[in-house]
């Protein structure tokens, strides 16, 4: 049974709940959104594995999850990056954002969610349970896409890339 945290609204932690039970009850919780980036500019996109909780099959960035209780969420980034994507690099926080979308299947994602940015270069083993599959891929072609076939983006993407386009027009790097 894994736990998520529970917070406010200024990401201090109330508590804990069983992962499907915050999505049930559209609970507030600590999440993470991890974007990886090529030498190239070229951000890592990947599509959710059919079977997933929701949003299956659906693209979005490199990697999503909760921290587990006790975890600080930057280390949990990099584990579930290298669970996800079989590969660990470099993280950096960027900015957060809170969001609550919910789903079809009756399920809500209410989050607190971290951005945080790396690059990578070398090869990608992805889980099979989590990854249908994945690609690099400009984000000027990812911008459009959104535009023209925007079912096949997760929310949070939806809400997370033009900050994140916006954070790099900033002057900041990945």
Known sequence: MTEVILVNELDEPVGTMEKMAAHEKAVLHRAFSVFIFNSKGEMLLQQRALKKYHSGGLWTNACCSHPLPGEETIAAAKRRLYEELGFSTDLK???HFTYKAPFNNGLTEYEYDHVFTGRYEGTIYPDKEEVSDYCYITLDAIEQS????PQKYTAWFHIAFPQLKQ??????TF
């Open 93 to 95: 926080k960027a900015f």
């Open 167 to 172: 954070w790099i027009k900033s002057g900041n």
């Open 146 to 149: 959104l535009q023209s076939h």
